[in-house]
């Protein structure tokens, strides 16, 4: 243990009334249990009260210091006129103050008007619910004479896990009276009030520690209120300035070889690190094993030299108790621990007895981000003191249930998890130690013939070792994993639902509203694949500025232009494939899938914009994933990437593969309906004509537009083209998103294309398709000058057109924000399709104009931001819920209203 | 404004023959239109033209040309979305309205011809008092329904009508034909009247949502089928899709926008994926009351289970909730579908914003879903997932069984799904298909029964089966239901022999310290 530690846990030593005291006062098992949690307060002092009755003269003549935890609920205790106010306003920050008389004024206009009172208090409540919900100190300034008034204080203090405590204002009634009279909204007040406050305060003195509250500072008459102090004190739990680095160590249950094993395979010698690492033991070290004694001896060594700590198992609890006489029975492998105690020394015995008395519930360490306890803890109880808190910690939560073996089911917590703290806990024991939403559980059940597993923090390295044997026989089989975990299981709606925002590293917070999230959680609901296989959806592209060039709406010139300006140098273009786009999940082999994705079956995923598969039949997605894999062998990428999966952003074709439904009953029937009608109209014109009557007009416009019509169909037509199986069907990469441990996303585009072609180029079954490209300079003529004539060749000769992306990829403009990932810049003629098929005549193109392309970049830029968060968590090894939030997002911010057409 | 159009062009003609007595030519009068002059007409989409190809005495033919202006069109929609940006729902320039004989043209026709609409003629009374022979030719009618419609809706008014497919793509004959025919009609009808047959028949065979139909189509609809509707034998269906147009466009306009523009996205129409409220089938009055006897089994089943607080998961178009809603043993009823519409029709049936309060406590409808565990689900009674597993991909099961018997875990599961064995009992529905459009599988009873007991066995419940609907001694009957309860688990303090310490020393008295030692 560390100085800090020490420290405390020494004061706490000379403050606190032991446990078997509490114990032994004849009180409820309620209080009883909230004494039995000693070690969670920073200090308990049930006797402050009566240590006041004969030190008070001294106390308030070198004034009293009134210890007060950081995080706590304080009630002052004091009649009408006692100085509650002006105390709270010496002692604490008004923030932190509540009292009944700001609450009376709020509901009825009038600090003193009592009929408000049930009101204000409800009032009052609710604000100081809300702060220690929070987790910020309150101090509550009302009268609280009444029993009743206080209970309700307690319970609240108890909801919230927090310390009450009670500082009391005992001064002479005349003095009450007197300052009372002196203020203009009291002056009618009553003496009888005060002389009730008076009495009743009085009446309360002796009770106010079987009442709940944790800590009681008494003080009495005016002087000793005016001198008084109070210091803030941190919770034993807060452990917050250590940094480590630590070794966690799971369950030992009296493995003392084991122990000794893992300890050395850390590196510690004989119980010290070289490297001044901490470790940290997670209880149950005793019961079913060889050796008990053997390791507590071990880690009560480490934790009194300060390199180690430990938190207690609900088997040192219990040992404990049987410790200290009470009635125990000795099973689960307790009769064995105290066999092998009955060899050792009376003083040993002792040590472990007050070891064990002085073990904290759990700790917060890290700066807050790592949290250590025996069984789990919910994010709710982190740094919380209280009899549930410990108990939660100890023993964890039960659905009520028990299972086949006629043990209690364990509350899957851990699926519910949602904090930003890693848990590490153990107590049930697994066969392999696995994250789950940030938490891991270490009880490898090396007791039980498993093994002896350690994690190290901030590394996140799982280091174990081999139990020697089975030293107990379990009850039921050790689990194949944690609770939870498979089965796409711990996505919960509260993830995804409602109005959120998502927190980026490259963008900030990224809102999503809430009829987005509706739209999104619909389709992702019905028709996405499993959101294990789909950690990212690809972002909106906005389309280059529009163009001024006679004839055209979007041309290259605005793109580069736009890039020069933002400061990007260099970009590539990209041809833009005349299909879908589509993202492929490309695991090495099903094992991989298992293991990363947690699928069992698929190899991967192959799906749209908005998550859908491509293929209705999975032998189709396996047989596309195959040849991809296929590829990525034979090019090396494996090896080289060091992974055995590949997220790829690529464009399916053809177009009419996936789009068929939008093409026949948009573009295919506008076709139709413009070949049925022309025929018809313009003879019956040419007639009209011929008869002399002028619509000559009408005529010529009519004849100009057929050939529109015609242009369309064309355009539309060189989307589509039959397949047959795979047959004709095309891949075209463009990007490796990312592989085991990395995002890929801010690889420069040169690196990124050489990767695909390699794949391309080994891919013997024709599925892979290049993207051609061609780089340019955005600052010389020369090189522009190249890039527009590139576009004006594949367009011209129907190509769909262009990206023109930074080549650096991930890329930050002047003012620090991230550039535009990519815009788009469409062919003329493909732009039929997207504007009608007249879209070209000058007035119409004049009136198109006018497009409003600000909220599209924004969202392009929003998407890509979550796209990017979405690979990053990917990449860190977070929780499938913090992938899938991010992807989420993506998806609902589709939904928002932008003129589809851009 | 014509010189600055996106210039479409929808074409209809009107020809009549005549003698020399009576003129064809007196066409222009009856249309109060002069056959040797072309006319334009401005109307809220475009330019009616109006001309005469031919003008004798023998036969005369008005053409009416309207030219639609699209750009205007799309951006009549604009300030609806933020930024400026047309509204997703009403924009498309790759639009088929300036060609297709739509409801633009029937706007136009009223337009244009109103005072021939209503039989007025100064000139020639007489005439327009008298049937004339007529040859009316619609060369593209968008005609939801096919020839077969368009026979049905014109026939019956005493025209001949020749009806012909327009292919969709000549290049592509595998996407067979479009949804556009070529109409003729012929026959002796008063010109008012036929013009009156195009007015409400276009649109209705159109059955499209692209314009708004203001509040006072019914009135104009009466005006318009004064003397041949209510008699029409397809009286039911004119109606309906005349005036349903109108609802259609609001819901979407109010609800389903933030789908159109997702399924936009992945290059689709929102009909694809905003199928959950089947419009078309009205499950009430469906001739074969198997909705009605499903609603009963599982009304009986939860009865049986004593179930008070009850969750309809999948709830649809809460025909089951306001079922539930009659019998005030269920204390709380909660619909929950992911499908937003589904869940404003549902408010819409249970009449939820004029219910009572006491009565409106007892009911709420909130958007969820299967695919995700969710806190607000655990606690009741029961749970009925009618006909719902059938509607997801089976890889995304496993996800809704968790939600259900893992996470929500109440008391009492009833899953009812399609037995496809009984398929070949349904006349109608061809070997090999589903009942319903999104089914994404069906199962045998063997099947079913399989994934019942597996899932059963996973999570702690029973599992038995009832049937519901006529149980066919071959095939069973034609909707399976399982009935999920969750074991009896022992009381919390169930004594056994690995009793746990009675230590009264207990950390809290809610704790479940006592019985969780025993696994540690």
Redesign the interface.
Known sequence: MTDETGTAARDGAAHDVPAENAATHDVPAEDAAAHDTSAEDAHVTPAEGAAANGTAAQDAAAGRVLPVTDLSLVVLIGASGSGKSTFARRHFKPTEVISSDFCRGLVADDENDQSASGDAFDVLHYIAGKRLAAGRRTVVDATSVQQDSRRQLIELARKHDVLPIAIVLDVPEEVCARRNAARADRAGMPRRVIQRHTRELRRSLRHLEREGFRKVHVLRGVAEVENARTSTEKRFNDLRHLTGPFDIVGDVHGCSAELEALLGRLGYVDGVHPEGRTAVFVGDLVDRGPDSPGVLRRVMSMVEAGTALCVPGNHENKYGRHLKGRRVQLTHGLAETVAQMEGESEEFRQRVRTFIDGLVSHYVLDGGRLVVCHAGLPEKYHGRTSGRVRSHALYGETTGETDEFGLPVRYPWAEDYRGRAAVVYGHTPVLQATWLNNTICLDTGAVFGGKLTALRWPERELVDVPAERVWYEPVRPLRTEAPGGHDGRPLDLADVHGRRTVETRHAGRVAVREENAAAALEVMSRFAVDPRLMPYLPPTMAPTPTSRVEGYLEHPAEAFAQYAEDGVERVVCEEKHMGSRAVALVCRDAAAARDRFGVDGPTGSLYTRTGRPFFDDAAVTEEVLGRVRDAAGAAGLWEELATDWLLLDAELMPWSLKASGLLRTQYAAVGAAAGAVLPGALAALDAAAARGVDVDGLLSRQRGRAADAAAFTDAYRRYCWPTDGLEGVRLAPFQILAAQGRSLAALPHDEQLALIDRMVEHDGSGLLQTTRRLFVETGDPESVRAGTDWWLEMTGRGGEGMVVKPAGAVVRGPQGRLVQPGVKCRGREYLRIVYGPEYTRPENLERLRHRFLNHKRSLAVREYALGLEALDRLADGEPLWRVHEAVFGVLALESEPVDPRL | M??????????L?ISTTGTPERPATDLGFLLHKHP???QAFSTSHGTA?V?????GAERC?A?L?L?VD??ALV?RGKG?????????AL??????R???ASSLLAVALSNVFSSAMKGQCAARPERAEQPLPLRI?V??L?ARGGPELVRRLFEPLGWTADVQE????A??P??GA???V?LVLEGERRLAEALRHLYVLLPVLDDAKHYWVSSDEVDKLLRAGDGWLPGHPEQKLITSRYLSRRWSLTRRAMER???V??A??????VE???N?VDERTDTEESPVPLAVRRREAIVAALREAGAGRVLDLGCGQGQLVQELLKDRRFTEVVGVD???RALTVAARRLRLERMGERQSSRVRLF??????????LKGYDAAVLSEVVE???P??L??L??AVF??ARPRTVLVTTPNVEYNVRWESLPAGHVRHGDHRFEWTREEFRAWAAAVAGRH?YGVRFVPVGPDDPEVGPPTQMAVFTLDA??G?TAP?P????????????????A??????
Request: aromatic share 8%.
């Open positions: 014509v010189d600055a159009a996106i210039l479409g062009r929808v074409f003609t040797d002059r072309a033209h001309f005469y190809p031919e003008a033919t053409a040309l030219e699209t750009v951006r609806r979305g933020r930024g400026g940006a047309p509204d997703a924009a498309q320039y790759v639009n088929d300036p060609y297709a030719e060369p593209a968008p327009v292919a969709l793509d290049e592509f595998e996407w479009s949804r556009y070529g926008l933030e789908l523009r997702l936009e996205a992945d290059d689709s129409t694809e994926i905003d959950a992911v499908s937003m958007q969820g879903s299967l695919a995700y565990t969710d806190s607000r509607h997801l991909d890889p995304r496993p996800a069984e968790y893992g996470s702690g688990a022992p919390p056994g690995d009793t746990p310490d009675p230590d009264p020393n207990t950390p809290h008295p809610d704790a479940p310290a019985k969780e030692e025993k696994a540690a």
